[in-house]
């Protein structure tokens, strides 16, 4: 199977219209889309497909149905498909990243992020500074900030990325 060269994964996400725009971003960036069960809504609702357009036809989505059943996906697919989560607990920000084909970039659910152990799977933890007293932008905006600067980096490609 032929990959895109960046995969988006959704942690259960949580509101349609979120995760339909994220995947709308995905088809129209050339992104590959990972689900990840459960979602807390229908995936056929039709928020959820009115908020994704026509768009989701054209997009390589891989739904699990488990953070588990991820897990194995993403680690038969090889070592280079790092698992880089974007959190407002990040150590790092998301622009001193350098980027590799393959890496698959995480969004947890926008009422409650990710769990501890889901957090701690993250082989790079990233987040999006900001100026306080702000705490987080939506998780569809965040995304698309950090798929744009990974794909200009893999068009363009960086120095090495630091060891996680």
Same mark, same amino acid.
Not at 35 to 43: D, K, M, S, V, Y
Not at 54 to 82: K, M, N
């Given at each position: 199977?032929?990959?895109?060269?960046? =995969?988006?994964?959704?942690? +259960?996400?949580?509101?349609? +219209?979120?995760?339909?725009?994220?995947?709308?971003?995905?088809? #129209?960036?050339?992104?590959?889309?990972?689900?990840?069960?459960?979602?807390?809504?229908?995936? &056929?609702?039709?928020?959820? %497909?009115?908020?994704?357009?026509?768009?989701?036809?054209?997009?390589?989505?891989? %739904?699990?149905?488990?953070? +588990?059943?991820?897990?194995?996906?993403? =680690?038969?697919?090889?070592?280079?498909? #790092?698992?880089?989560?974007? &959190? !407002?607990?990040?150590?790092?920000?998301?622009?001193?990243?350098?980027?590799?084909?393959?890496?698959?970039?995480?969004?947890?659910?926008?009422?409650?992020?990710?769990?501890?152990?889901?957090?701690?799977?993250?082989?790079? %933890?990233?987040?999006?500074?900001?100026?306080?007293?702000?705490?987080?932008?939506?998780?569809?905006?965040?995304?698309?900030?950090?798929?744009?600067?990974?794909?200009? +980096?893999?068009?363009?490609?960086?120095?090495? %990325?630091? !060891?996680?």
């Amino acid at each position: 199977m032929d990959h895109a060269a960046l =995969t988006l994964a959704l942690y +259960q996400p949580d509101i349609p +219209q979120n995760a339909g725009t994220l995947l709308r971003s995905c088809a #129209c960036l050339g992104v590959a889309a990972a689900l990840i069960e459960p979602a807390g809504f229908p995936t &056929s609702d039709k928020h959820f %497909r009115r908020a994704g357009m026509d768009y989701l036809d054209a997009i390589e989505l891989v %739904r699990h149905a488990s953070f +588990q059943a991820f897990q194995f996906w993403r =680690t038969a697919e090889g070592p280079h498909r #790092c698992l880089i989560l974007l &959190s !407002t607990a990040g150590e790092v920000p998301y622009w001193d990243v350098a980027y590799r084909p393959g890496d698959v970039l995480m969004v947890g659910r926008e009422s409650a992020g990710v769990p501890p152990a889901v957090h701690a799977a993250a082989d790079l %933890r990233v987040t999006v500074p900001m100026r306080p007293p702000f705490r987080s932008l939506n998780v569809a905006v965040a995304a698309s900030m950090v798929m744009g600067e990974a794909l200009r +980096q893999l068009h363009h490609p960086a120095a090495a %990325r630091p !060891t996680p």
